[in-house]
Nanobody, 118 residues
Framework: QVQLVESGGGSVEAGASLRLSCKAS????????MGWYRRVPGKQRELVAA???????KYVDSVKGRFTISRDNAENLVYLQMNNLRPEDTAVYYC????????????WGQGTQVTVSS
């Protein structure tokens, strides 16, 4: 069974930085593209950053130049370095493998809350 544990969130002021971590288990981690998602109340969960099994990264426009996703396959870890945070980044952040022909998203962790004040 897939388990995902996110950590590193907090309450910060605009312009601050946070580094989120995700520990994954119950999957063949190294072959999966991994992503960070965020959700605000009343809105759909949004994929904001992804990293493939070979290290290629992709970001939603709103976080480009500010967020960096990375992974450590030896430790089944995914990170999200978040710089120059803005109030609109406020959300609960989740990690997961991206859907693929061999992976269906069925389980989510509890997420980690990021709150950015102006």
């Amino acid at each position: 069974q897939v388990q995902l544990v996110e950590s590193g969130g907090g309450s910060v002021e605009a312009g601050a930085s946070l580094r989120l971590s995700c520990k994954a288990s119950g999957m063949q981690f190294s072959i999966n593209a991994m992503g960070w998602y965020r959700r605000v109340p009343g809105k759909q969960r949004e994929l904001v950053a992804a990293v493939t099994s070979v290290g290629t990264t992709k970001y939603v426009d709103s976080v480009k130049g500010r967020f960096t996703i990375s992974r450590d396959n030896a430790e089944n870890l995914v990170y999200l370095q978040m710089n120059n945070l803005r109030p609109e980044d406020t959300a609960v952040y989740y990690c997961n493998a991206l859907p693929s022909s061999w992976y269906r998203v069925e389980y989510w962790g509890q997420g980690t809350q990021v709150t950015v004040s102006s």
